[in-house]
């Protein structure tokens, strides 16, 4: 938001972010950010700065934290990934024995019973161990909310130029299944499938392609994907589904409440006060995301 009226000759403009470090990332971010903006001076005020703190504190704010459980599909989509991700660092681990995996290593899972199918135990991609310390046990958490392919890359900048491409691609296909891990939940089901024909379509011409993909966990992957989309009768007949993003339904819910909200107080303040209730507040909503998809998506 910004400001200037008709007796100020300053300008300013007012930003919130939730990836504050984004700003020093990079060449001179944070100076170009200021040149496209034609601003010569920046604030930052974190959330425990003392005037952030203090002008909350005089008036607080209620906060109610709304949480979105995943359809079963999305949830089947994010077990193959995760065990995508252990497939191509079993194979990373094997190629470049450089990068250090302890942080990903453990028996924690390898007393599960496995699959015999499961691509993960042996095929393209990796030997299958016995031996639990050398299974690699990083788990859904981790692959969502930790930027595990940025981990090991960091580990072979030094060396980038001396691997080998395979090396280069396994390391690839780590920040690709982490992109997709982020645009499961961020995305609705047809720009997801979308996004993932994608991926088939540029490792068809690849020189060296992505294995996960036509392996066990990566067909199913797609499988699900597709029929969260559509899926093909036993007549051949093609039938719609289009899965309903839940984030949508929850945002929609949250503002038929907010309404019905305002609506009982606009009420009882004409009842108390013959309207100037209304007069006085506004019931305009602000409603803030994150990027430019979700914004298209809500306006949509």
């Not at 788990?139 to 580990?155: A, K, M």
Request: glycine residues 6%.
């Amino acid at each position: 938001s910004g400001g200037c009226g008709s007796q100020n000759n300053h300008g300013f403009i007012k930003a919130f972010t939730d990836n504050a470090t984004s700003l020093v990332a990079g060449f001179a971010k944070t100076e170009k950010i200021l040149k496209a903006l034609q601003v010569p001076k920046i604030y930052l005020f974190p959330r425990f700065h003392s005037a952030v703190a203090e002008e909350l504190e005089v008036n607080p704010p209620i906060v109610e934290e709304l949480h979105q459980s995943l359809t079963p599909s999305m949830k089947d989509i994010q077990d193959h990934l995760k065990m995508a991700v252990r497939a191509v660092m079993r194979e990373l681990k094997a190629k470049s024995p450089m990068v250090d995996f302890s942080v990903f290593l453990g028996g924690g899972d390898s007393s599960k019973k496995r699959k015999k199918n499961d691509y993960t135990n042996v095929g393209k991609i990796g030997k299958r161990s016995d031996d639990s310390k050398n299974d690699f046990t990083i788990s859904l958490e981790q692959c969502i909310t930790t930027n595990f392919d940025r981990v090991i890359s960091r580990q072979l900048d030094g060396d980038w130029h001396r691997l080998s491409f395979k090396v280069k691609q396994l390391v690839k296909d780590l920040g690709k299944l982490r992109q997709l891990f982020h645009h499961l939940i961020h995305y609705d089901s047809i720009d997801f499938l979308n996004f993932l024909q994608g991926i088939k379509a540029m490792n068809a011409v690849s020189m060296e392609p992505s294995l996960w993909i036509g392996e066990y966990s990566g067909e199913n992957v797609f499988r699900i994907a597709k029929e969260r989309v559509y899926r093909v009768s036993q007549k051949g007949k093609l039938i719609t589904v289009l899965e309903e993003n839940m984030k949508e339904s929850l945002l929609q819910q949250v503002l038929t409440e907010i309404e019905t909200r305002w609506e009982k107080k606009v009420r009882d303040s004409e009842e108390a006060e013959n309207g100037s209730f209304m007069a006085t507040r506004s019931n305009n909503v602000l409603l803030m995301v994150k990027d430019e998809r979700a914004l298209k998506s809500v306006r949509e």
